[in-house]
């Protein structure tokens, strides 16, 4: 996905897709439940468990052939993301030293390697770990994992944006219900976001509205 937004201040940039994803997540937990803040959900509990379909996405088992689908890597990635977003907006507001701390990720070369391979796997373990081990989000631990992946600041924004609009989407269309249909036209929603999103080139702000109405499209001729 291209954007054409050009950002003039790196650091009040990087603030700003910060605060722009905090809204974000505040309206959506807010369509959840309107008092979400309240409610106790176990937000850490979302993200270990996210952590181990991440896992199987990106391939662990030493007994079969497994293909990793790096894409869908990603999007479990940024749903950990989401999670850790509702726990630390649960506690007070985002901070701007956690956008300093995203933005400074120096992502590793994607070499493809098994020495890399295993270390994401163990980066994911720690992260894993720290969830269950502070019943809470420790950002160092995401940010370790971010950058053995790797993946930037710039694509977890991007990434972010489009899985935030599918969660509306399923929402409005009675995913808290069952009505919701995951699989459209032999696929799951997530594969139509990822092919969606490499094909839009529109500005930040016009992307939510515009990948919305292409997701209902879809939905709909199923």
Same mark, same amino acid.
């Given at each position: 996905?291209?954007?054409?937004?050009?950002?003039?201040?790196?650091?009040?940039?990087?603030?700003?897709?910060?605060?722009?994803?905090?809204?974000?997540?505040?309206?959506?937990?807010?369509?959840?439940?309107?008092?979400?803040?309240?409610?106790?959900?176990?937000?850490?509990?979302?993200?270990?468990?996210?952590?181990?379909?991440?896992?199987?996405?990106?391939?662990?088992?030493?007994?079969?052939?497994?293909?990793?689908?790096?894409?869908?890597?990603?999007?479990?990635?940024?749903?950990?993301?989401?999670?850790?977003?509702?726990?630390?907006?649960?506690?007070?507001?985002?901070?701007? !030293?956690?956008?300093?701390? %995203?933005?400074?990720?120096?992502?590793? #070369? /994607?070499?493809?390697?098994? &020495?890399?391979?295993? *270390?994401?796997?163990?980066?994911?373990?720690?992260?894993?770990?720290?969830?269950?081990?502070?019943?809470?989000?420790?950002?160092?631990?995401?940010?370790?994992?971010?950058?053995?992946?790797?993946?930037?600041?710039?694509?977890?924004?991007?990434?972010?944006?489009?899985?935030?609009?599918?969660?509306?989407?399923?929402?409005?269309?009675?995913?808290?219900?069952?009505?919701?249909?995951?699989?459209?036209?032999?696929?799951?929603?997530?594969? !139509?976001?990822?092919?969606? %999103?490499?094909?839009?080139?529109?500005? #930040? /702000?016009?992307?939510?509205? &515009?990948?919305?109405? *292409?997701?209902?499209?879809?939905?709909?001729?199923?």
């Amino acid at each position: 996905m291209t954007t054409t937004d050009s950002p003039s201040n790196p650091s009040v940039e990087r603030y700003a897709m910060l605060q722009a994803m905090a809204a974000m997540q505040d309206s959506h937990n807010t369509l959840v439940h309107p008092h979400w803040r309240t409610q106790g959900y176990e937000y850490y509990r979302a993200m270990w468990v996210e952590c181990a379909e991440m896992l199987d996405h990106f391939g662990w088992k030493w007994w079969k052939k497994q293909d990793g689908d790096l894409d869908q890597v990603k999007l479990e990635l940024v749903d950990i993301w989401h999670f850790a977003l509702s726990e630390i907006l649960r506690k007070g507001s985002v901070q701007d !030293h956690v956008a300093d701390t %995203l933005a400074s990720i120096k992502p590793a #070369a /994607a070499e493809n390697t098994q &020495a890399q391979a295993e *270390a994401f796997r163990l980066a994911i373990e720690q992260l894993a770990a720290s969830c269950l081990a502070s019943r809470s989000f420790e950002l160092q631990p995401f940010v370790a994992a971010m950058a053995a992946l790797p993946m930037s600041y710039d694509e977890l924004f991007a990434l972010y944006i489009g899985k935030n609009v599918l969660n509306r989407f399923r929402q409005n269309n009675g995913y808290k219900t069952g009505e919701y249909r995951k699989l459209w036209q032999g696929r799951e929603d997530n594969e !139509h976001l990822i092919e969606l %999103l490499d094909t839009f080139a529109v500005p #930040a /702000a016009d992307l939510p509205d &515009a990948l919305y109405a *292409a997701l209902q499209e879809r939905y709909s001729k199923d």
